[in-house]
């Protein structure tokens, strides 16, 4: 059973999915941030208005290219801003990344079963927990 207040639910299973909110800081820094308050870079990671700025991960929207805000893009965006870092101070030419559009998920269903998604293919089993760990 679940409630607002007022009005009361029967339900089996709840899924609750919240999106991600960006910190008020990075909109206090008089950047330019997405719609969501996310800093927004180029495909290079750098803040469109100061290339020596960069952001990744959950911070960072790349203009143009909507992508969820996942681990998955944290992590591949580590080794291009790590090489561009490096470019910056010490010369050599800049990476640029393309978020992939979609990506494996894997949800616990708490039943001890996953829930397994990627692109339309869609698996609820025990076993689906060995490949996300
Ligand atoms: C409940 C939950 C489940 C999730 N499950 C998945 C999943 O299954 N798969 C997936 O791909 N993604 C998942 N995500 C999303 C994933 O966790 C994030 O997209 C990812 O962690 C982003 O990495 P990040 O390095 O950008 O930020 P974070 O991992 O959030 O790292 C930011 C770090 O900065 C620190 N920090 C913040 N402010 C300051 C400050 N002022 N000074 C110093 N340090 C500071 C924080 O403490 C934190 O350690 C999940 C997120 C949540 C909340």
Redesign the pocket.
Known sequence: MMSNGTDSLSADCIIWSTG?VA?P?LSRRGLPVDEQGFLLTSSKLQCTADPMVSA????GSISGIPFA??????VRQSPVLWHNLRSILVGGPMTSITPQHDFLK?LNTGDGRELMLYKSLAIHARWCWTIKT
């Open positions: 991600a910190t800081v990744v991960g959950d911070s805000k996942a681990g998955v893009h944290a894997i």
